[in-house]
């Protein structure tokens, strides 16, 4: 079996021709400056984040819609903290909030519950936002509202899965080598889908756990797969990532959702890339469908590059001058899981 210490010395040997990686997952990126992975190994070995963070690719639209919801008499919004700075075209939730309009931000979708049941004169409208990892969390808040009765509470969704996401990369960003596979996605999901991808694009995907010793390993297999010719999926997570995924979690979620094409903020529509609630559900829904619009990029930024690794984050302009957490200009300085405000909370490190 091969050590730490051998992966390390090859990884950090390799004076090859430049191998750029991406990491999909916000959690790999913080991983990675926590074990100050670029420091160990070579700088020919690059590695670039993508669009892994469901705050940052939710279009504006979507968060105007929640500010005109929670603008309207009697009407409030439920969300996660992480959306109430993302920006739409107008404002924020912060901001709509403080113009007057109702927001509470919740740590469990399942909390709406007990807030609804409580003020029956209150339209509540939860912002459903996420990845296959979240979505199952709606799916059971909808079996509680359903088996509740409940009529005052709906979903405003921007639910995405990954896999389009990472083809629609695959097809416009050619000099990506490689990929670190999504960790918590991939729990739901399974590792199988990556093999498809894996032959249609000629790239290795490898899943990886969190640690740095798991992300290293996960390094040193792409390598290996690079410097060989080879091109194929390769689970080193089996503890928590099995071939299939969570079939439990896929159930709920094929219970009430289909697949339909989504807007994803800075980069466009993408065909079956989101999970949106099945016509017979429709009640459930705050009118979560948009009509083509224009997505409006504030001046000078590039999270579209930052999206779909064309540039790490210091590579924008605006990067810790004018955009910073505090005052953020675009989304992925926002998010916990976003690639930027990883980058700005890490800055100085490797
Ligand atoms: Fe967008 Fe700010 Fe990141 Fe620049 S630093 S890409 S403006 S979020």
Request: hydrophobic fraction near 40%.
């Amino acid at each position: 079996m091969i050590t730490l210490e051998r992966i390390v010395r090859e990884l950090r040997d390799y004076d090859g021709e430049e191998i750029k990686i991406m990491e999909v997952c916000g959690t790999h990126t913080s991983s990675i400056f926590k074990n100050g992975i670029r420091s160990l190994i070579s700088p020919k070995i690059r590695l670039i984040s993508g669009p892994g963070c469901p705050v940052c690719v939710t279009p504006s639209v979507y968060v105007d819609k929640l500010v005109d919801i929670a603008g309207q008499e009697r009407h409030c919004v439920l969300t996660f903290g992480d959306m109430m700075k993302v920006k739409g075209s107008r404002m924020s939730l912060t901001e709509a909030v403080a113009a007057g309009a109702r927001v509470r931000v919740l740590y469990s979708p399942l909390d709406a519950v007990k807030i609804a049941l409580e003020d029956k004169n209150t339209q509540y409208v939860f912002a459903a936002v996420g990845f296959e990892t979240t979505t199952p969390v709606y799916g059971v808040l909808l079996d509680e509202i359903t088996k509740r009765e409940i009529h005052n509470l709906k979903l405003l969704t921007s639910l995405k899965i990954m896999v389009p996401a990472l083809s629609y990369v695959c097809e416009n960003e050619k000099n990506i080598d490689a990929f670190l596979a999504p960790g918590h996605v991939s729990v739901i999901i399974g590792c199988d889908v990556y093999k498809e991808l894996a032959q249609k694009y000629k790239k290795p995907f490898v899943v990886a756990g969190f640690e740095g010793e798991h992300i290293l390993a996960a390094l040193y297999e792409i390598l290996c797969q690079i410097k060989s010719g080879r091109h194929e999926m390769r689970n080193l997570y089996p503890n928590a990532v099995t071939e299939k995924g969570n079939l439990a979690a896929q159930s709920v979620i094929q219970k009430y959702f289909e697949l339909k094409d989504d807007s994803w903020r800075g980069i466009g529509t993408i065909e079956k890339s989101a999970l949106k609630l099945k016509p017979e559900y429709s009640k459930f829904d705050a009118g979560s469908s948009f009509d083509e619009f224009e997505e409006k990029i504030p001046a000078g930024c590039r999270c579209r590059d930052v999206i779909l690794g064309r540039i790490n984050p210091p590579e924008c302009p605006l990067f810790s001058g004018a955009c910073t957490p505090l005052n953020a200009v675009g989304p992925c300085m926002v998010s916990t899981e976003g690639v930027c405000g990883i980058w700005y909370k890490n800055r100085g490190g490797k």
